[in-house]
């Protein structure tokens, strides 16, 4: 999602028809959503089974926790998305160009095992390839 939103942003502001605000602001919808999710149980009624001050509480909490991760994907969201398209190129050179390190990983045994001194790097590298 952030590598697309990213260039839904870029590209609203460059090259798509229309009001870039528009959108900007249809892209921050699906950033916001998590708080429209926050405001669902103002319609579901449980109002009714709690106490004033400990049910608008709740709500403010959840809206609160909704509008920080909806900050905090804005904040991260050019780091994350930098994150994604480096891990899809990465491995697209692994797949089709070098045919190599295609597993770039090894068990918590392997490592402990190579820590310890039992086992060299280069075996645990050629055994699980």
Do not use: C, N
């Amino acid at each position: 999602m952030a590598p697309s939103l990213l260039a839904l942003f870029g590209a609203a502001w460059s090259v798509l028809p229309g009001s870039p605000l528009a959108w900007t602001l249809g892209g921050l919808l699906v950033v916001l959503f998590p708080l429209a999710t926050a405001l669902a149980p103002l319609l579901d009624g449980a109002r009714k089974r709690t106490p004033a001050r400990i049910y608008v509480r709740g709500v403010l909490e959840a809206l609160s926790a909704a509008f920080a991760q909806a900050f905090l994907t804005l904040a991260f969201l050019p780091f994350h998305a930098w994150e994604m398209v480096h891990a899809i190129g990465l491995t697209l050179v692994r797949l089709v160009i070098t045919r190599r390190r295609l597993l770039d990983w090894e068990t918590a045994a392997a490592q402990a095992a190579r820590t310890a001194g039992l086992l060299r790097e280069g075996s645990a590298r050629s055994s699980g390839r």
